[in-house]
Each structure stands twice: as C-alpha cells, then as structure tokens.
C-alpha cells in the first residue's frame, strides 16, 4: 500500500469534500520556497466538528490506514470524526501517500489565528492554505527534534531571502 | 549527527551503558515503553531530552547543528512558481525512494 506522494491526489481529494486545513510543515515550507526534499503532507485540520465529518469522508475516500513502522501496509481504522476529536496526531498512509494530521501541533495554539495568517496556493484550480513561513518556522522551533532543529537554518535564511526581495 | 534517525544512537548509547529500557527510563524520569518507542523509531525525542539521555547513560556530547544553506538554491527555487517547487521537491523524493535512500 505505500504509495509514493501525490499531492495533487492528495489535495484533490481534501477539496472535494470540503475539509478546512492549513497545511504546515517541509511541504510548506517547499511552497514558501525552501529547496528541500519533501515525502509526506502534514495538515492541521480546522477542528469543527462538521469540519472533521468532512476529513473522515474524504479519509476514506483516500484509503487512509494508520503508518507504523513495522507495518509499512498500514493498520486499518475507522476514521470517526469523534475519534479524531480526540487524537493529538495521526500519521497515515493514503493512496495518495503519506499525510500527517497534526490537531495541536507544538507552537501553534489556535486554529483561527494559523489559518488566519496562512496563504492560499494555488495548484492549477487546487486552493491550497499553506501556513505563513513564519508559523512554520515557530513550529519547528517549539518541536524542537533534530530534525527540526536540523531544517531551521535553510527556513531562517529563506525568511531573510523572501525579505530581501520585498 | 542532527537530521538523521535518532534512534540507533540512543540504542547505542543504552546498551554501552549496559542499561535495560527501564533502567534507562527510571532515570529518566518516564516510561520503559518511551524508551522503546525512541529505540524504534516510533517517536522522537527533543534536543533537550537528547542530552539528558545522553547524560543518563553516563556520556558527554555537543549537540551541534551541522547544516550549509546555500543561497543561491534558495534564490532558484524562489524564481520558480510553487506549483513547480512542489512537484521538483516530490520528484527528488521519488528519486531518492527509488534508490533506497530516506529523505
């Protein structure tokens, strides 16, 4: 089952049935123009409920199976919208490839106030919200992994770059 | 050492401190299954917590960040739409799948 990354896929399917995100993390950071590799998708997902019956319609509509490392198929669940009301993150396998659902990711408190400072792309038709640069940087910092800390220095000097050009 | 899989290392630094999971976890403060899920990848530790374990198997290490921005990458990528960022990023990530390397 592990597909490799479609984000057109992926997005297609998210914005056809209607879901609310802000989409964070390497791919946004790839979209702000950071020259990094990215292979997966790493969504906030606007916590309504209503919102959340959408994402477990389009979930399933992706084939979604929770990723585990020793079960790289994935492990089949049933995306209840009340489930997801109560998971702080959910890492999945989709037909589309990889997607992360991040519902109180590290540095980001609210929901409105992200998706009030995010960006739409768009891809050919495809409205896409992508978090501000400088969310995804405070929400590298907050994390704080290697990895993190490891990507922080190409965001800050794209951060300088982008402003130079203004 | 930033940016690669953690996990092997604190394996490594466990075992040459001839601790078990719980004995490592005791000293930690938290759980044997914490440990095990960093062993195994399964979950991350912060840099902060990095340094403790470090500390709790008895060893003394620098945690640096080794990374060469190179701007003119940047400066290319920003000339690009990011329709064409995106698909030139995934694309890497294909070819680097294809031959057996993570990214």
């Known amino acids: 089952m592990l597909q490799p990354l479609d984000p057109d896929c992926l997005f297609a399917s998210l914005h056809g049935h209607g879901v609310g995100y802000v989409l964070i993390g390497g791919m946004a950071a790839v979209l702000h123009g950071s020259p990094t590799v990215t292979n997966d998708a790493d969504i906030v997902p606007d916590p309504h409920p209503d919102n959340l019956a959408r994402l477990s319609a389009a979930l399933v509509d992706l084939a979604a199976r929770i990723r585990t490392v020793d079960d790289p198929e994935g492990i089949r669940f049933d995306p209840h919208p009340a489930l997801m009301a109560s998971m702080a993150m959910l890492n999945l396998t989709t037909r589309c490839g990889n997607l992360d659902l991040a519902f109180s990711p590290a540095g980001i408190e609210d929901y409105a106030e992200l998706s009030g400072r995010a960006v739409s792309f768009d891809l050919d038709g495809t409205p896409v919200m992508v978090a501000s640069l400088d969310d995804v940087i405070g929400s590298k910092e907050a994390a704080d992994r290697p990895r993190d800390r490891a990507a922080l220095p190409v965001l800050y000097a794209l951060r300088e770059e982008i402003e130079r050009e203004r | ?103």
């Open chain 2, 1 to 103: 050492m930033l940016g690669q899989p953690m996990a092997p290392w604190i394996h490594r630094w466990r075992q040459a401190a001839g601790l078990t999971q719980a004995e490592l976890a005791a000293r930690l403060g938290t759980t044997q299954s914490a440990v095990s899920r960093w062993e195994n990848g399964h979950d991350e530790p912060r840099l902060a917590t990095l340094a403790e374990i470090l500390g709790a198997c008895g060893l003394r290490g620098e945690l640096v960040v080794d990374v060469d921005v190179d701007r003119a990458q940047i400066r290319q990528q920003l000339a690009m739409s990011p329709r064409q960022r995106l698909a030139s990023s995934v694309n890497v990530s294909r070819m680097l799948a294809k031959a057996g390397v993570k990214s």
